[in-house]
């Protein structure tokens, strides 16, 4: 029996890490999962470079003798890589080596441990860590767990927690106790835990998920697999490929939920599992694209071809008014829709809609007529535009603009309200309430303050004195360079007014 064992365990070496089990079917280990741990090391270790690079700490790989450039961003490329290394090497930086705390370090939790084996090699292998959280909600396992963290001298690094992972995550979803890396490795689905891993991970953090219900999410029951993850499954020969986007498009969707978006990094199926690496952001721009990325799949089971149907298409200045030509009015709108036949009536929603059961083709016919009353610049119009491609067709009704008398209905003539109106002004939602309590009174002066900014712009430097300075009141630790110069006021009392506002 080697020194420091109990009786009965024995010790399952993985990577520079060495895992004590008292048998081994009290713990669950799965040793064809060691190339998913091999490349969850590597890149949290890439990901620890390029995170830490912006906290002023250089990591030192183990063995590494020439760079390797990985980029973990869309943005960044080799060139933009060497030029920060290079600028990187002129200033000094705090080094993060292997086994070391690193006080500016990264943050992990494991949610699923099981033995704590993979957070062990996390600890042994992937420099530039603050703390490791192995958390199971197995009391034998989170036992274990500190065990093999004491059996590998990481007790320092690694921490054992006995918890429910997704109580845990929610409860660390603060903007200040979120995780730098999330890994959920469970036993089956994931679909459970993502909710919190979205909200717990921090802003561009890295989420690490595996799936081991490939049987589900390649085709073999699509109705469960719509249940976990909002999608249906295809059996087909590209089955691996589509869940990996089934997973990519589950986190997405729990994402926009709370105003934030994934960018992928990584992603890898094979036939028994699937692992996904992806970062964690928010903005509520990305969020509103994201629907441009999801589509409807039509699959063949005949020959396995599939046709893709988008559900959005992302449109950078766009324009609305679609055939370009001016709007007919109202009362002459309607009596088209009545000389054709078709029941219209206003809407109590907006003052220039109206509510027909004339089908679309209907309408379209009848702006066809008005357009040839009031043409637009047909040569100004691209081939592939809607515009083009509506007025290309020829009308099969003639529409008729005299306006008729049941056009204007009894109420509109004799004026009545069809709109509420507010009982005072400023009616509706006020301010979000402070946490200590009660809503600011001044709420119409801050509203006037912020009006009509574009058409009172400063023209003279000397009236920005009305203004505090930004950089002086965040306090002493940052005050303005320019002192006396500064063009804006470094009134204490103004600063004061501001911060109360």
């Given at each position: 029996m080697e020194a420091g064992l109990l009786p009965g365990e024995t010790v399952v070496k993985e990577g520079k890490a060495a895992i004590c089990f008292p048998s081994a079917n009290e713990v669950f280990y799965n040793p064809v999962q060691e190339f998913n741990r091999d490349l969850t090391c590597a890149v949290i270790t890439e990901f620890a470079r390029d995170l830490l690079?912006?906290?002023?700490?250089?990591?030192?790989?183990?063995?590494?003798?020439?760079?390797?450039?990985?980029?973990?961003?869309d943005e960044t490329n080799e060139a933009d890589a060497q030029t920060?290394?290079?600028?990187?090497?002129?200033?000094?930086?705090?080094?993060?080596?292997?086994?070391?705390?690193?006080?500016?370090?990264l943050r992990v939790l494991e949610g699923l441990a099981a033995s704590g084996l993979r957070s062990v090699r996390f600890a042994l292998e992937v420099p530039g860590l603050q703390s490791v959280t192995a958390n199971d909600f197995s009391t034998k396992a989170a036992t274990l767990i500190a065990r093999n963290a004491q059996y590998n001298g990481v007790s320092h690094l690694l921490q054992a927690s006995c918890r429910d992972a997704s109580m845990l995550m929610y409860e660390m979803r603060g903007k200040k106790e979120r995780y730098d890396v999330i890994d959920l490795d469970p036993y089956g689905s994931p679909a459970s835990f993502l909710d919190a891993a979205v909200q717990a991970v921090s802003e561009g953090g890295l989420l690490c998920v595996t799936c081991t219900d490939m049987a589900v999410m390649a085709g073999n029951s699509g109705e469960t697999c719509y249940s976990k993850y909002g999608s249906v499954s295809i059996k087909s020969r590209y089955c691996h490929e589509m869940a990996l986007r089934i997973i990519l498009h589950s986190l997405d969707q729990r994402a926009g939920v709370y105003q934030r978006y994934i960018q992928p990094l990584l992603s890898v199926s094979v036939d028994f599992y699937i692992r996904v690496f992806v970062r964690v952001f928010?903005?509520?721009?990305?969020?509103?694209?994201?629907?441009?990325?999801?589509?409807?799949?039509?699959?063949?089971?005949?020959?396995?071809s599939f046709h893709l149907q988008r559900m959005g298409?992302?449109?950078?200045?766009?324009?609305h008014s679609t055939i370009h030509c001016n709007t007919p009015p109202l009362l002459q709108f309607r009596s088209a829709l009545l000389h054709a036949g078709h029941r219209v009536s206003l809407s109590h929603a907006c003052k220039n809609a109206v509510k027909t059961d004339a089908p679309p083709a209907a309408l379209w016919d009848i702006m066809r007529c008005w357009e040839k009353a009031n043409p637009v610049?047909?040569?100004?119009?691209?081939?592939?535009?809607?515009?083009?491609?509506?007025?290309?067709?020829e009308p099969s009704l003639e529409a008729c603009f005299t306006v008729r008398e049941d056009a204007n209905p009894q109420s509109r003539k004799r004026h009545l309200t069809r709109f509420q109106e507010n009982p005072?002004?400023?009616w509706g939602p006020k301010a979000?309430?402070?946490?200590?309590?009660?809503?600011?009174?001044?709420?119409?002066?801050?509203?006037?303050?912020?009006?009509?900014?574009?058409?009172?712009?400063?023209?003279?430097?000397s009236q920005l004195k009305d203004f505090p300075c930004k950089k002086?009141?965040?306090?002493?630790?940052?005050?303005?360079?320019?002192?006396?110069?500064?063009?804006?006021?470094?009134?204490?009392?103004?600063?004061k007014e501001e911060k109360m506002e």
């Amino acid at each position: 029996m080697e020194a420091g064992l109990l009786p009965g365990e024995t010790v399952v070496k993985e990577g520079k890490a060495a895992i004590c089990f008292p048998s081994a079917n009290e713990v669950f280990y799965n040793p064809v999962q060691e190339f998913n741990r091999d490349l969850t090391c590597a890149v949290i270790t890439e990901f620890a470079r390029d995170l830490l690079a912006q906290r002023g700490v250089k990591i030192v790989v183990p063995g590494e003798k020439e760079r390797v450039v990985v980029s973990l961003s869309d943005e960044t490329n080799e060139a933009d890589a060497q030029t920060e290394e290079k600028n990187g090497a002129e200033e000094p930086a705090v080094t993060a080596t292997v086994g070391e705390k690193c006080e500016n370090g990264l943050r992990v939790l494991e949610g699923l441990a099981a033995s704590g084996l993979r957070s062990v090699r996390f600890a042994l292998e992937v420099p530039g860590l603050q703390s490791v959280t192995a958390n199971d909600f197995s009391t034998k396992a989170a036992t274990l767990i500190a065990r093999n963290a004491q059996y590998n001298g990481v007790s320092h690094l690694l921490q054992a927690s006995c918890r429910d992972a997704s109580m845990l995550m929610y409860e660390m979803r603060g903007k200040k106790e979120r995780y730098d890396v999330i890994d959920l490795d469970p036993y089956g689905s994931p679909a459970s835990f993502l909710d919190a891993a979205v909200q717990a991970v921090s802003e561009g953090g890295l989420l690490c998920v595996t799936c081991t219900d490939m049987a589900v999410m390649a085709g073999n029951s699509g109705e469960t697999c719509y249940s976990k993850y909002g999608s249906v499954s295809i059996k087909s020969r590209y089955c691996h490929e589509m869940a990996l986007r089934i997973i990519l498009h589950s986190l997405d969707q729990r994402a926009g939920v709370y105003q934030r978006y994934i960018q992928p990094l990584l992603s890898v199926s094979v036939d028994f599992y699937i692992r996904v690496f992806v970062r964690v952001f928010t903005g509520q721009v990305k969020v509103k694209n994201s629907v441009s990325k999801q589509a409807l799949v039509y699959n063949c089971v005949g020959c396995g071809s599939f046709h893709l149907q988008r559900m959005g298409r992302r449109t950078i200045n766009g324009k609305h008014s679609t055939i370009h030509c001016n709007t007919p009015p109202l009362l002459q709108f309607r009596s088209a829709l009545l000389h054709a036949g078709h029941r219209v009536s206003l809407s109590h929603a907006c003052k220039n809609a109206v509510k027909t059961d004339a089908p679309p083709a209907a309408l379209w016919d009848i702006m066809r007529c008005w357009e040839k009353a009031n043409p637009v610049k047909r040569e100004k119009l691209s081939e592939t535009s809607p515009a083009f491609k509506i007025l290309s067709t020829e009308p099969s009704l003639e529409a008729c603009f005299t306006v008729r008398e049941d056009a204007n209905p009894q109420s509109r003539k004799r004026h009545l309200t069809r709109f509420q109106e507010n009982p005072q002004a400023f009616w509706g939602p006020k301010a979000r309430a402070r946490s200590c309590g009660g809503i600011s009174s001044d709420l119409q002066d801050k509203r006037k303050k912020c009006q009509n900014k574009r058409k009172n712009q400063i023209t003279d430097s000397s009236q920005l004195k009305d203004f505090p300075c930004k950089k002086f009141r965040q306090g002493p630790c940052e005050l303005c360079n320019h002192g006396d110069k500064c063009c804006y006021s470094h009134d204490p009392e103004r600063t004061k007014e501001e911060k109360m506002e």
